[in-house]
């Protein structure tokens, strides 16, 4: 059985940062992705980072590029998303996703969810 399990979610002021974790099990190889989405009140569901767990090749949708950072910790099973220099549009409940390893950053495409964690970001 393949579980996510979240973390890291909280309150920050405008300019702050935190680090989301996932913890990954279940998945009997390494040819999958982890991925990073975000669902703001309202809104749909966007991609924001995406991770390959077997050569930590890495991906950014445009309103994170050069402020969040995806990093993957094999010995622990673990992926992080650091979210640096953070805005009050990054404020949104955050989930981390796998599945088999492919690089269109679609919630559709993703079988295994984890419970989300809350991210808000206010002045």
């Known amino acids: 059985e393949v579980q996510l399990v979240e973390s890291g979610g909280g309150f920050v002021e405008v300019g702050g940062s935190l680090r989301l974790s996932c913890v990954v099990s279940?998945?009997?190889?390494?040819?999958?992705?982890v991925a990073w989405f975000r669902q703001a009140p309202g809104k749909e569901r966007e991609g924001v980072s995406e991770?390959?767990?077997?050569?930590?090749?890495?991906y950014y949708t445009s309103p994170v590029k050069g402020r969040f950072t995806i990093s993957m910790d094999n010995a622990k099973n673990t992926v992080y998303l650091q979210m640096n220099d953070l805005k009050p549009e990054d404020t949104a409940v955050y989930y981390c996703?796998?599945?088999?390893?492919?690089?269109?950053?679609?919630?559709?495409?993703?079988?295994?969810w984890g419970q989300g964690t809350e991210v808000t970001v206010s002045s």
């Open positions: 279940g998945f009997t190889d390494d040819d999958y992705t």
């Open positions: 996703a796998a599945d088999l390893e492919n690089w269109r950053l679609l919630p559709t495409l993703f079988a295994y």
């Open positions: 991770i390959s767990v077997k050569s930590h090749v890495t």
